[in-house]
């Protein structure tokens, strides 16, 4: 939303987004992905965040920010956040010695328990300490595998595309 859409810390009603508590894998986004606002999710219900698709990298190294690197796309999950859909791709970087353990969403869970709930959890609760209700997930809070990840990604950057090509309505985004 700033001139020339600069990496930096979230900010949120004029302050630093803050995290409350530790937080267990890498965050941050695929580049080119738009969650259109002007779309409603025919499963959730819900228009897009506005926002690129969030990746949550589950791999053991403590990524820098603003680091890009590959990942193989492992699953998703359908967060609503104040009543728009907030797509969450689970990933691991194909660096990771896990990687090559891992294929799909189900994979995680047996060679990784309690990490898609663990995901989950801290996501449903993030936004509770600023006074903001849980946050809620759609497809029965399932993890969705790879296939349906591999959608939302596909999706995501022809809305993108459709952005950046002036046939969306952009709202307050900055666009060159």
């Given at each position: 939303k700033?001139?020339?859409?600069?990496?930096?810390q979230d900010v949120k009603k004029g302050k630093l987004r803050d995290y409350h508590g530790p937080i267990f894998w890498n965050y941050g986004m695929f580049p080119q992905t738009w969650e259109d606002p002007n779309l409603v999710h025919s499963e959730?219900?819900?228009?897009?965040?506005?926002?690129?698709?969030?990746?949550?990298?589950?791999?053991?190294?403590?990524?820098?920010?603003?680091?890009?690197?590959?990942?193989?796309?492992?699953?998703?999950?359908?967060?609503i956040d104040d009543g728009?859909?907030?797509?969450?791709?689970?990933a691991i970087r194909t660096s990771d010695p896990l990687a090559?353990?891992?294929?799909?969403i189900g994979d995680v869970e047996a060679k990784c328990?309690?990490?898609i709930s663990g995901i989950r959890e801290w996501f449903r609760w993030y936004k509770t300490p600023d006074g903001k209700p849980l946050n809620a997930f759609g497809f029965e809070e399932k993890a969705l595998g790879k296939a349906h990840a591999m959608?939302?990604?596909?999706?995501?950057?022809e809305?993108?595309?459709?952005?950046?090509?002036?046939?969306?309505?952009?709202?307050?985004?900055?666009?060159?």
């Open positions: 700033e001139a020339n859409n600069p990496i930096a959730t219900k819900c228009a897009g965040d506005n926002d690129p698709v969030d990746v949550v990298e589950i791999g053991a190294e403590a990524l820098p920010q603003g680091a890009v690197e590959p990942v193989k796309v492992l699953g998703t999950l359908a967060m728009e859909l907030d797509w969450k791709v689970i090559a353990e891992l294929s799909d328990p309690g990490v959608e939302v990604i596909a999706e995501t950057h809305a993108w595309k459709k952005l950046v090509a002036g046939n969306s309505d952009k709202g307050k985004l900055w666009l060159k």
